[in-house]
């Protein structure tokens, strides 16, 4: 990028004594400046100038052309060539350096005298001769003269001895020849070669001539190798050259050469190149020459006669070398380097060192000195007239008439304002002098390399339009001076300005005020007999320094504010806002407008601030923290694009912040202050201001002496010596003074905010806010105290928090805004005893001895703002709430609940720790505690009875319950109310308690049943019917209540449970009765008397089954002393306790039924009696019942058989009752072990004065006995009759019992508890429990019993016709016997004989008792005789069909019973022939009955049954009355003979010969024949 505003120029001196510059500069001046130079540094890396400006100057000539840029024309540089150098960024072309004065007496031709000081001169480091020679001929006769003495008049000669001295003004020479168009030399190549080669071949023998440029070489360049070439061609085109000054005359003979343009373009690259290496060797032999002799001088520092003042200007030749070519830093380095030589000077003097005498500077500054006395003249009034100077202004070479009137007010720090360098060779200057120059000459360097845009010329018409909208109010009319879009400054190097800056404005506003001092010493030596006189002397001293140190300050200020400029700063919107919208017209103007270019930017305030102060409602957490920037915000989230922009906006906002305290230390004399002297200071009301003592011996002076003197030391306040008219103006009136103060720290705050230092934007913020607030303007410094509160208590600045809701309250009040001003003393009275609470706990903690002092906020600076706050809640619509914590340090529970004597009502104490200053006092209060279990929500609420005072520190209040649910509770909420105000403290129950966070120290509170009180117990129905909905108890109990009258309110509390509360009914006494029916769970008492029971019964369903149900009982009832509420939330068991199974038999007459009665689960039963209870048409016989109740055990059921039959004359219609049901009475082992263990102890407790707590230790004993009783405990319990209560002494019931308090002897009542249940364990190891004892009322079940119905029952009966011979043996009867006992002999027959038998069928439709007699059908069935082949042969029919009439039919056939049952008329008799085939006792064979039904057509069995019901299946079974007979076969062989030897199968016996039974043979005895190798015969 082109570097259109800098100054780094190096003098090119041309001499043109043909004058051809005007032909040559076309083309030339546009390939200036020079660009990418690289030069060797001597002491470093290799330095890179991107841009280095020529400026051609005209030997003699006083008018420079420079390189060309792209702001100005030529001709702008050449008529500003005489512009001096003021230290700021000057535009190439418009100005020249700080020594344009002698750089005019260098371009003269006469020669002068080089100044024995090095750097004060400034002299071209190229010399160029413009050569024009059109022919040989001319270059013989007069050029090549004209060259040489040219040489020999201003290039020194190599051989003549040249002193080192004089490479201070290095320089290189150049000559370029300039060829012109229509001359031989036109015609001429560059070197002869060319020429040669277009030569014919004789020619070629002949000696050839050489051309104008080589012959330039041969004469003029040295001969020496490595040697830079000063020979240079250019040739002019015919269009370039004015057509009068072309020559007339062609030359005859023409070569015919023509330059080609890229031939043209090398000889100009060449010359450039030239250029550019000839500079670089003249400057690198300054420097070499420069840095010698600055190493010579530093090294000669310590030698007698050593002067800084000519080392200064020597080392700052070298500085302003490097700044010609471009090397901006390095030469800033040498300025860096001088000024801390400067600062070594100065303390050499100060330290009064011997070489300090060489470099005494002038100890005070005559300007200062006439500016101080002509201020100090004009406070006391006498006009100051000075004969022998005239008062200048402050930096000032220009004669007094062509002084601007306010030059110095408008640019204190300029390199230009005097004759600096002149002062410093002439050892004529003052150490305020010499730095204000080192300073300006650093700020122009680095102005120079941050590429600035500000030229002195508009700084100055920036700075006057200033001074005149100060003066009327009016925004400036000057527009910015613009700049390229591409041209962008380095904002790293503005802020490297700024920094300086600031550290510069304390150290010289020290040095200005030792200098004044010392300039107006003389002063306080006058009238020393006269002490009041020189008293004031002093006084009006003092002021004059001040406003002179501040006024040259503030200006300093100012200044670099507005050199340090730019648009790449997107400062936001002002934050401040005039009350009535309008733009507010002042005196004084804001500093954006009038110091700095107003510019629109879209970054937001970081601080929520705007134009308009507009303000968010509060958050309901009182304060909102402002935040800084939005996500949502495109200005906030994307980042700044340019390096050193948040680092250049911070050291503007201090430069902002030292003006802003310039000003305010002004303001002080005049009594306007910023407002911090007047914030309400909390915490350092105990400090004692301190008062100076004289420790002399006159320390008892009279009094009114000391009036006298202080009398006379009254301040001198006057503007005089103030020379910045802006600080002027705002020390004319308050007014004024407070809009500047105001606008500098906005100015400070935006700056601050872009370069997002919080800390910073919020300290300005609470500047303005307290401003404000100090001169009355509540409005605004609310909204600046909304802002910037919270910042500082979050950033621990707790003090200063409180001073800050001190006024931010009182702005509020001011304002009627009540709901906010409620809302900001909630947060200063929350903060105070935050503050309080610290106190307390370094008070009581350990501390160590070298910790600092903490400051904790006054009590009395707070007091009474709590009633304030509380008269103001009044007024407010809705309740505030606010944490409990932020008034109190710590809650507990004193002790355990305090229970009532004759009332079921209990009382909590509660200790708080109050930290507030005042007195609260408690219109109301509650506390809330729930169950911890989690198995209920119960919740119960204690309230404050009456008023209650709360006083700083511990309290103690009593809260009262109307509810005692026994349980183990938290604490889940506190509330305290006072007046409209809140106080709320919620935790969630069951949490671990956090000693660290929580106020809450002992949360816990365990509330036990009397025994005495009011109870409600939740019992299953004993008579539980399965057809029926169950039952549920609910006992009430009224205890030592005389019950007014009662409500008692259910609600299921498992899921899918129903309760049919409006089938309820009072049981168990008459006198007992609902005031008006059940409704919705509701259930109404008008009175119960003392020790009253009442039990109320009602069903209930559940979706799915369950083993359990829980019901939520809460009973409200009225006593005589007030209205009490009491809730339960038992559960109770509802899985049966036992299981039957039934199995059915069905006969021709009768069905057996066999009932097996199990447990239900492990522990076992005690069965006391059954029935089976007969219905319409069936009746039952049971035989002898058991005399003793039956143990049932789980794996050792019951059987209870009954034989049911058909009641006959009983017609079946539809209401006819068919179900029988069964009935069991039965008691559960494990309930009556339960209540053993209890009725015990509960007798144990009765005269004890432990009865209270009899409820609490068996609901504490019950899980354990529970846990205890394993099936195999129960069982063992049910053999031996005894219960073992061995299982409480492995108990640990001080655990189990906590919470309970301590008796009226002090010990705890865990531990009385425990050591009563091991006594009366060991009293009572073991209960005993009587198996045999009926109780009165034990439980029942009645379970539903359905006959099934058959259709058909047919019996099937297989009798043998003739009964063989029987065998002497007999066997007992078989299963098929009958249950007499009778004895049946078996028959007995022998293999393949043949048996003829009867099949008998018979069948019956008594158990049908669905189908109507009407509705019957014949029926059609099969029978088939089967059996094993290998068992039977079968004869006969063994196959067939038969036909059961209806019983209609049958009926008016026989006319006996209906036809229901088959008659011999219609019973089958079909014979068969069985033949047994093999030996044993062998099973007859089985009958199988099948139904035979039509084929439905098409196979549409389905739609034929839905027509007609009859053609469905027929149910029906089979009663084989042969089942379980057997016949005993045996073999038919009488004698057998066997042979003994292996000639057998497989070699096995061989059977010879067997002799067969004869039929009429019943022994069973037999022969058998053996033989050993023979055949023998033997008889059985």
Not at 1452 to 1479: F, K, N, V, Y
């Amino acid at each position: 990028m082109e570097q259109q505003f800098s100054t780094s120029k190096v003098t090119v001196e041309y001499f043109d004594p043909h004058d051809v510059f005007k032909l040559l500069a076309p083309g030339l001046v546009p390939r200036l400046p020079l660009r990418n130079l690289h030069w060797q540094s001597h002491a470093g890396p290799l330095r890179s100038i991107d841009t280095l400006h020529v400026e051609l100057l005209r030997s003699g000539d006083r008018n420079a052309v420079s390189s060309p840029t792209t702001s100005t024309s030529t001709s702008q540089g050449l008529d500003s060539a005489t512009t001096r150098d003021d230290g700021f960024q000057t535009q190439i072309g418009a100005t020249q350096s700080s020594d344009a004065v002698d750089q005019t007496a260098n371009r003269i031709n006469t020669p002068i005298r080089r100044h024995q000081i090095p750097g004060l001169r400034r002299t071209p480091y190229l010399k160029v001769l413009l050569v024009r020679c059109d022919d040989n001929d001319s270059y013989k006769g007069h050029v090549r003269q004209e060259i040489r003495d040219w040489i020999k008049n201003h290039i020194p000669s190599s051989s003549s001895k040249k002193s080192t001295a004089e490479n201070h003004d290095a320089f290189e020479w150049l000559i370029v020849h300039v060829v012109i168009p229509n001359t031989v030399a036109a015609t001429q190549p560059r070197d002869s070669g060319s020429i040669a080669e277009k030569a014919s071949a004789p020619s070629r023998w002949r000696p050839g001539s050489s051309t104008l440029l080589e012959k330039m070489r041969s004469d003029f360049n040295t001969s020496s190798k490595g040697t830079t070439e000063r020979l240079a061609q250019i040739r002019i085109g015919v269009n370039d050259v004015p057509y009068d000054s072309l020559p007339r005359v062609v030359p005859a003979v023409p070569s015919g050469y023509t330059e080609s343009e890229q031939e043209t373009e090398n000889s100009w690259t060449d010359l450039i190149s030239k250029f550019r290496s000839l500079i670089l060797s003249s400057f690198d032999l300054r420097v070499s020459q420069y840095e010698e002799d600055i190493k010579e001088k530093d090294s000669q520092r310590s030698l007698p006669g050593w002067n800084f003042c000519t080392f200064f200007i020597l080392k700052e030749g070298l500085a302003r070398g490097f700044e010609s070519v471009g090397l901006v830093e390095d030469a800033l380095v040498v300025y860096d380097e001088l000024s801390v030589g400067l600062d070594m000077v100065v303390e050499d003097r100060v330290a009064g060192r011997p070489r300090s005498a060489a470099n005494a500077l002038l100890s005070y500054t005559k300007e200062l000195k006439q500016i101080a006395l002509k201020a100090r003249a004009a406070i006391i009034g006498v006009e100051y007239d000075d004969d022998d100077e005239q008062v200048v202004d402050l930096q000032s070479s220009q004669p007094e008439s062509a002084q601007p009137k306010d030059l110095y007010d408008d640019i204190p720090i300029s390199s230009t304002k005097k004759p600096y360098r002149d002062m410093i060779v002439a050892n004529n200057v003052s150490v305020f002098d010499f730095r204000c120059y080192i300073f300006a000459r650093q700020i122009s360097l680095l102005l120079r390399l941050g590429n600035a845009w500000s030229t002195r010329e508009e700084l100055l018409a920036k700075l006057k339009e200033q001074q005149e909208s100060v003066l009327h109010g009016v925004a400036p009319r000057a527009p910015p001076p613009k700049q390229k879009e591409d041209e962008h400054e380095d904002l790293n190097m503005l802020a490297e300005i700024c920094r300086r800056t600031l550290e510069f404005i304390p150290t010289l506003s020290q040095v200005m005020r030792d200098d004044v001092f010392t300039a107006l010493s003389d002063l306080a030596k006058t009238d020393e007999d006269n002490a009041a006189s020189g008293i004031h002397a002093d006084l009006l001293t003092s002021e004059v320094v001040d406003n002179l140190v501040a006024s040259f300050a503030f200006s300093i200020a100012q200044q670099i504010l507005a050199q340090t400029s730019t648009k790449a700063l997107p400062i936001p919107p002002s934050t401040l806002a005039s009350t009535d919208g309008h733009e507010q017209k002042s005196a004084i103007p804001e500093l954006k407008t009038t110091l700095h270019p107003a510019r629109n930017s879209s970054l937001a305030v970081r601080v929520g601030g705007t134009t308009n102060v507009g303000r968010p409602p509060p958050s309901p957490n009182v304060f909102t923290t402002p935040q800084v920037g939005s996500a949502d915000d495109p200005a906030t989230s994307s980042p700044f694009l340019k390096a050193g922009l948040e680092e250049l906006a911070a050291k503007r906002a201090e430069l902002y912040m030292v003006s802003r305290n310039i000003l305010a230390e002004c303001g002080k004399k005049r009594g306007w202050f910023d407002g911090w002297t007047s914030v309400p200071v909390i915490g350092e009301s105990t400090m004692v201001d301190l008062v100076d003592i004289d420790l002399g011996d006159d320390s008892a002076a009279k009094p009114a002496k000391d009036d006298e003197e202080s009398a006379e030391r009254e301040p001198v306040v006057s503007e005089c010596g103030i020379d910045s008219k802006l600080l002027r103006t705002a020390l004319d009136n308050s007014n004024d003074f407070y809009r500047l103060y105001e606008t500098l720290a906005d100015k400070a705050l935006r700056h601050y905010t872009v370069a997002d230092h919080i800390h910073s934007v919020q300290t300005s913020m609470a500047d303005i806010a307290v401003l404000k607030y100090h001169i009355g303007d509540y409005d605004s410094a609310s909204s600046y105290f909304w802002r910037t509160t919270p910042f500082f208590g979050e950033s621990g600045w707790s003090l200063l928090e409180l001073s800050m809701l001190t006024m931010y309250s009182r702005c509020l009040k001011q304002l009627q805004r009540q709901e906010e001003y409620v809302k900001v003393m909630l947060k200063l009275l929350t903060k105070a005893a935050a503050a309080e609470r610290d106190r307390r706990a370094q008070k009581s903690g350990f501390r160590r001895v070298f910790e600092d002092n903490i400051g904790f906020p006054d009590n009395e600076t707070i007091k009474g703002f709590l009633d304030d706050l509380l008269q103001v809640t009044k007024s407010l619509p809705n309740e505030l709430r606010i944490q409990l914590s932020s008034f109190f340090s710590a809650l507990e529970v004193d002790g355990p609940p305090e229970y009532h004597q004759d009332r079921d009502s209990i009382s909590l104490n509660l200790k708080v720790n109050s930290l507030l200053v005042d007195d609260l006092t408690l219109d109301s209060a509650q506390v809330r505690i729930a169950d911890t279990t989690g198995r209920s929500t119960r919740e119960i609420l204690f309230e404050l009875s009456e008023p209650a005072t709360i006083k700083q520190g511990r309290n103690k209040i009593k809260l009262h319950s109307n509810s005692a649910v026994p349980g183990s509770y938290e604490i889940g909420k506190i509330d305290l109310v006072a007046s409209n105000l809140r106080l709320h403290h919620e935790r969630e129950v069951g949490k671990p308690l956090d000693k660290a966070t929580d106020i809450l120290l002992s949360p816990h509170v365990f509330i036990y049943h009397r025994p005495d009180t009011l109870d409600v117990r939740l019992y299953a129905s004993k008579d539980i019917q399965l057809d029926r909905h169950n039952n549920v108890d609910i006992e009430l109990d009224s205890g030592w209540n005389s019950l007014l009258n009662a409500e008692i309110r259910v609600k299921a509390a498992t899921g899918g449970l129903r309760l049919l509360t409006s089938e309820a009914k009072c049981v168990g006494s008459s006198s007992i009765s609902f005031s008006r029916p059940p409704e919705g769970g509701l259930f109404c008492f008008d009175s119960l008397p003392q020790r009253t029971t009442a039990r109320i019964r009602f069903p209930y369903t559940v979706e799915q089954e369950t083993l359990s149900i829980s019901i939520r009982i809460e009973v409200t009832y009225t006593t005589e002393h007030g209205k009490y509420v009491f809730s339960k939330t038992p559960t109770v068991d509802t899985a049966l306790a036992l299981g039957v199974n039934v199995q059915d038999v069905f006969k021709h007459h009768a069905l057996f039924s066999r009932f097996t009665v199990s447990a239900a689960n492990h522990s076992p039963l005690r069965l006391f009696k059954s029935e089976l209870i007969s219905s319409d048409i069936f009746e039952s016989e049971f035989g002898t019942p058991s005399s003793a109740p039956v143990v049932i055990f789980p794996k050792q059921p019951a059987s209870l058989l009954y034989k049911i039959m058909r009641k006959l004359d009983v017609k079946i219609h539809p209401k006819t009752q068919k179900t029988m049901y069964l009935k069991l009475w039965y008691s559960v082992l494990q309930d009556e072990i339960e209540s053993l263990v209890q009725d015990s102890l509960t007798e144990s407790l009765k005269d004890n004065p432990l009865r209270p707590f009899s409820r609490l230790l068996w609901s504490t004993i019950l899980p354990h006995l529970r846990r205890s009783l394993t099936g195999y405990e129960v069982e063992r319990v049910a053999l031996v009759r005894s219960v073992s209560t061995a299982f409480l002494s492995s108990v640990n019931w001080t655990k189990h019992l906590g919470g309970l308090g301590r008796a009226p002897d002090g010990s705890d009542y865990a531990q009385i508890l425990a050591a009563y249940l091991q006594s009366w364990q060991a009293e009572n190891p073991q209960l005993t429990l009587d198996i045999d004892l009926v109780p009165d009322e034990p439980q029942s079940i009645i379970i539903p019993v359905d006959i099934p119905s058959l259709t058909i029952v047919h019996t099937a009966d297989i009798r043998l016709q003739q009964q063989p011979p029987q065998p002497q043996l007999t066997f007992s009867a078989s299963s098929s016997s009958s249950s007499s006992g009778v004895e049946a002999i078996t028959p007995a027959v022998f293999t393949n004989q043949l048996l003829p038998a009867i099949l008998q069928l018979k069948w019956t439709r008594i158990w049908d008792t669905t189908t109507p007699a009407a509705e019957q059908t014949d029926l059609e069935f099969s029978y088939e005789l089967a059996a094993p082949q290998d068992t039977w042969l079968l004869g006969g029919r063994r196959k067939g069909h038969f036909v059961i009439p209806a019983a209609a039919a049958a009926g008016e056939e026989e006319g006996d019973d209906g036809g229901i049952s088959s008659t011999p008329d219609t019973e089958a008799e079909i014979p068969i022939l069985l033949i047994p085939l093999r030996e044993g006792w062998l099973p007859y064979p089985t009958v199988e009955i099948r139904e035979v039904r039509p084929a439905a057509p098409d196979g549409d069995a389905a739609a034929a049954a839905a027509v007609d019901p009859s053609s469905l299946p027929a149910n029906f079974e089979t009663d084989f009355r042969n089942l379980g007979e057997t016949i005993r076969v045996v073999a038919d062989r009488a004698r057998a003979t066997l042979s003994l030897d292996a000639s057998g199968p497989s070699g096995g016996p061989l059977v010879l010969e067997v002799e067969r039974r004869l039929p009429g043979d019943v022994s069973l005895a037999g022969e058998i024949g053996v033989g050993a190798g023979d055949v023998g015969r033997g008889v059985a």
